[in-house]
């Protein structure tokens, strides 16, 4: 018996909690021994943790299409529509900032020199681009393209997309550099950061260029419109869920070999979010949804999915809630052998003296994961969804 999509799917919640639960995972470690496939690339290639931030961006183009589809057919509704997407927009882009500013507006610094001018001195050098940023972002726009396009146009914007990123990239001269070039800080997207935002505002940790710039958000768009086109083919009436299925693998594996093979002339790289990235990722993206799908809204493979759904349910209040608290235990000072930050002396403690170093990060990991698992769960046991 042929079953049509719900307008929630069950499969997409799950696909969606995993990879905020592997989120935590890997931004979680409890010291610098980590194993590989828990670690970003250091430059071109792709490890599994790679694929956290491009699934994600799948996952809200899909969901754009089951939550918008029914209003956007409504002209007289898509005024409205376009006014919760900006609301959502900017309050995405507000959390963002205020994830960039937390650790550095104090209480302190306000009571001796002001809110106000607090305000403003962490303004000076706090991080603008971020991946809560990306997401606002990338929703933002790609969300305007759902809503105000049909989805052919909304395919030859996704080709447009990824071609003119890869001539800007590949081609264009760098200022101050000379040819085209895809190096750490010498590369236009780097050169473009610095310009706009100087490198007081871009990653601590590069200083002079950030994975999450302008110019990268140009694909990460092409990302969720992936994710929009592969909503859009769910969504459709006129075919059953064999039909569905059997296209997502198709597609999806065509785009794996097409980002590979493109990835030969433009090096699938995740901090530049190259076009050959969108492909492979969305690719891989794809196949796992369609894999979810078939089990679990199709043939109804529902046991230990719960978990995941709670996850999914309220994915960016645990990104945030976890990235406030991750901070918070770093900021808090205890005296160990010597003055260390309290999540090093949790980890020193309870971890590190019981298993080898990257076992002991790991199990700081998990053990991350499932203290967020038992608050999610409370929520979703109470039916609690805190959405902006």
């Not at 690719?283 to 109804?300: C, E, K, P």
């Amino acid at each position: 018996m042929t079953q049509q999509p719900k307008q929630r799917l069950l499969s997409l919640d799950v696909f969606r909690g995993a990879t905020v639960a592997a989120m935590i995972l890997v931004n979680n470690p409890g010291s610098d021994n980590v194993y590989a496939p828990l670690e970003h690339s250091v430059w071109n290639g792709c490890t599994p943790t790679d694929l956290i931030f491009p699934f994600f961006l799948f996952i809200v183009g899909v969901s754009i299409v089951f939550a918008m589809e029914s209003k956007k057919a409504d002209p007289a509704q898509q005024k409205g529509l376009l006014l919760n997407l900006l609301r959502r927009t900017v309050v995405l882009a507000l959390l963002a900032l205020g994830m960039s500013g937390f650790p550095y507006f104090k209480p302190a610094n306000v009571q001796t020199i002001g809110v106000f001018q607090s305000f403003l001195s962490v303004l000076q050098t706090m991080r603008i681009p971020g991946v809560l940023m990306r997401i606002a972002v990338s929703f933002g726009i790609a969300g305007f393209i759902y809503i105000k396009t049909t989805r052919k146009t909304q395919l030859w914007l996704f080709g447009i997309l990824l071609v003119m990123y890869y001539i800007l990239m590949c081609f264009i001269p760098v200022p101050g550099f000379g040819p085209a070039n895809l190096n750490p800080q010498t590369n236009l997207g780097a050169w473009i950061d610095r310009s706009v935002f100087g490198t007081a505002h871009l990653w601590k940790f590069s200083v002079t260029w950030d994975p999450e710039g302008l110019l990268g958000t140009m694909t990460a768009v092409a990302t969720v419109l992936f994710g929009i086109l592969t909503g859009t083919w769910l969504k459709r009436k006129d075919k059953d869920d064999a039909n569905k299925v059997v296209w997502m693998f198709t597609i999806g594996m065509l785009a794996i070999i097409a980002g590979k093979i493109w990835g030969l002339a433009f090096p699938i790289n995740k901090a530049l979010w190259t076009s050959s990235f969108v492909l492979y990722t969305g690719g891989l993206a794809t196949t796992f949804l369609a894999l979810f799908y078939w089990l679990i809204d199709v043939h109804g493979y529902k046991k230990l999915t719960a978990p995941f759904v709670a996850f999914g349910t309220n994915a960016i209040f645990v990104f945030v809630a976890s990235g406030v608290v991750a901070r918070s235990l770093n900021m808090i000072k205890v005296q160990d052998a010597k003055e260390v930050s309290l999540s090093a002396h949790l980890f020193n403690t309870y971890f590190k003296p019981f298993f080898s170093p990257v076992n002991a990060s790991l199990a700081y990991a998990i053990t991350v994961v499932l203290v967020w698992f038992v608050i999610v769960w409370i929520f979703y046991k109470k039916k609690i969804i805190i959405k902006v």
